[in-house]
């Protein structure tokens, strides 16, 4: 772990050696990492529940809509994850029961990075529940997300898995 404090140089702040104060991106960082380092055992399960709560009411306006293309429904709502400004995603559809989520540019890993320094595990379990969440409601089962690779392990994009 790196050493990240709050420092005050003059009348100044600065957090985790970047100078200007703590956006909000940052204080989800810092979230997450204080949840993983003081319940190792619960986080992880927690964090999706609240990326699957975050994307509930967006689904519901979607699933209310006429498009009955569950893959159109899917895409749709995989950009969504643009629209909240985590990042870029790619939908790979492998078969009618495994499918592949590319995260690009993922805003939450890279500042994880930034901040903590190259992760060994991947970090990205709040996503993990939003695209848990996403599957769900559209195929109405349960779906079993993981995340295979991660932007915070040094990797260029994470890789979610995801198996209905
Ligand atoms: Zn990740």
């Not at 590319?102 to 930034?114: A, D, E, H, I, R």
């Not at 379990?125 to 996403?134: D, S, W």
């Amino acid at each position: 772990m790196n050493n990240c404090n709050i420092k005050y140089i003059k009348d100044k702040m600065e957090f985790c050696k970047m100078p200007g104060g703590i956006m909000a991106m940052d204080i989800f960082v810092l979230i997450n990492h204080s949840l993983h380092n003081e319940y190792p055992d619960t986080y992880k399960k927690n964090l999706r529940l609240v990326g699957r709560e975050h994307l509930k009411p967006i689904i519901k306006n979607y699933i209310n809509k006429r498009n009955t293309d569950k893959i159109k429904i899917l895409k749709s709502l995989l950009e969504q994850i643009k629209i909240l400004g985590l990042g870029t995603t790619k939908l790979l559809v492998i078969n009618k029961h495994k499918f592949i989520v590319n995260l690009y540019k993922g805003t939450f890993p890279n500042q994880y990075k930034k901040l903590f320094g190259i992760q060994k595990e991947c970090v990205d379990h709040f996503m993990c529940g939003i695209i848990e969440e996403t599957f769900d409601s559209i195929f109405n089962k349960k779906s079993q997300v993981i995340e295979k690779i991660c932007i915070a392990q040094g990797k260029k994009n994470c890789i979610f898995e995801i198996t209905i």
